[in-house]
């Protein structure tokens, strides 16, 4: 038997048959319903990485960014059999609203630290971001981020960290283009009275 997350998945024989590249996310999904380990496996190598990031933007945590990425891909395996290709959308876009969601739910239980007492950051006279430490300026960015409104905030790290289309953030947010257009202008604003606080420039520091 194989299992992922503590969850035991049916094994594979020898002579099962392996779902061949180049298949599409689509095809995979089908191939999961029917308890293909190995189409489990394929779409895990293919989303695991921006699932992980998704979450970890949103929690600030990387170890509860690796839980949540987890019990989302437990969930791709639970609902495979029901995948409606011509109505689901991608295979991308609803692990991501799944896996927005359980991060969201994780940071609403939780208190979240202002970034004045999230502790001092080094060279903060000299105004330079690029002067800053690697992990002072992920201390940064975060902290800013989570200044936002929860929506724009998710507006941002779908567009700009993970680069999705419009139409995926969309899809994603379960929102219009337009409706995440508008956020992200507010959020950009935001950014950039966050960035002016911190006595960095919008556009040259960040």
């Not at 689509?26 to 990485?49: N, P, T």
């Not at 201390?139 to 905030?153: C, F, N, Y």
């Not at 700009?160 to 379960?174: D, I, K, L, Q």
């Amino acid at each position: 038997m194989s299992s992922y997350g503590g969850s035991v998945l049916p094994s594979i024989s020898s002579d099962s048959e392996i779902v061949q590249q180049p298949a599409n996310d689509h095809v995979l999904m089908a191939a999961v319903g029917s308890g293909d380990v190995r189409a489990f496996e394929e779409l895990i190598g293919r989303h695991l990485k921006t699932m992980v990031a998704v979450s970890q933007r949103i929690l600030g945590n990387a170890a509860e960014a690796d839980e949540v990425a987890q019990e989302g891909f437990l969930r791709l395996w639970t609902y495979a059999s029901n995948w409606d290709p011509n109505g689901a959308g991608s295979v991308k876009t609803w692990l991501s609203r799944v896996v927005t969601n359980l991060s969201l739910d994780r940071y609403r239980r939780r208190r979240s630290v202002p970034l004045e007492e999230a502790g001092e950051i080094e060279d903060m006279a000299d105004g330079a971001f690029e002067m800053l430490k690697a992990k002072d300026r992920k201390r940064v960015v975060q902290g800013l981020l989570d200044a936002l409104p929860e929506r724009q905030k998710v507006a941002v790290i779908l567009s700009y960290f993970e680069e999705m289309s419009g139409r995926e953030v969309a899809n994603t947010m379960a929102l219009t283009e337009g409706a995440v257009e508008s956020l992200l202008v507010r959020a950009r604003r935001g950014l950039r009275e966050g960035m002016t606080q911190l006595g960095f420039v919008w556009g040259e520091d960040i």
